[in-house]
T-cell receptor, first 111, second 118 residues
């Protein structure tokens, strides 16, 4: 079982819609959760981090964490064509310091 | 500088040559990480530094790979006798610290070095 799994995608949404990205992780002791956005040919850019159960909102982005279900999600509201990118879920385990990344979900926002 | 910087941005080398990749972390960040991303693949962890020491080198793919960090700042990743399968984007990230607490373990990435081995 992979440490971090994401929807394989690609995910295509119309402009203005909500894009919903899901991520599950295997280490129940994980404490830190991150969403990165990666445009083609560019390096990952941090969007949000979340540590506590519940929702965390930042502009059009909302991260949701449910540690009991080992599930973290990212919602993008009012999706824009500029949101078209690959979104990487990353999890930091309590045993070490490295981030375990999911394979990423590619999102395409149709104008 | 304001962010993590890496050099060179692109490196083309011939099989069998040695290459050195450089990373300059965000000022004040004590933790530094190297990752590799092959075309269309996810990020593969290589090595991590806390200060100048690398507690875990198990992510390095072979003994041709080595890394060092001096002065708690700049790090170099060296690949000896490069092979075609080494072709990838090498990404460096830094964080304030490696201890897991809010805001201190968030990793920020540099622009990467694209390595092509012919």
């Amino acid at each position: 079982q992979k440490e971090v799994e994401q929807n394989s995608g690609p995910l295509s949404v119309p402009e203005g819609a909500i894009a919903s990205l899901n991520c599950t992780y295997s280490d129940r002791g994980s404490q830190s959760f991150f969403w990165y956005r990666q445009y083609s040919g560019k390096s990952p850019e941090l969007i949000m981090f979340i540590y506590s159960n519940g929702d965390k909102e930042d502009g059009r982005f909302t991260a949701q964490l449910n540690k009991a279900s080992q599930y973290v999600s990212l919602l993008i509201r009012d999706s824009q064509p500029s949101d078209s990118a690959t979104y990487l879920c990353a999890v930091n385990s309590p045993r070490d310091y490295k981030l375990s990344f999911g394979a990423g979900t590619t999102v395409t926002v149709r104008a | 500088g304001a962010g993590v910087s890496q050099s060179p941005s692109n490196k083309v080398t011939e099989k069998g040559k040695d290459v050195e990749l450089r990373c300059d972390p965000i000022s004040g960040h004590t933790a530094l990480y190297w990752y590799r991303q092959s075309l269309g693949q996810g990020l593969e962890f290589l090595i991590y530094f806390q200060g100048n020491s690398a507690p875990d080198k198990s992510g390095l793919p072979s003994d041709r790979f080595s890394a060092e960090r001096t002065g708690g700042s700049v790090s170099t990743l060296t690949i000896q006798r490069t092979q075609q399968e080494d072709s990838a984007v090498y990404l460096c990230a830094s964080s304030f610290s490696a201890t897991m607490s809010e805001s201190t373990d968030t990793q920020y990435f540099g622009p990467g070095t694209r390595l092509t081995v012919l």
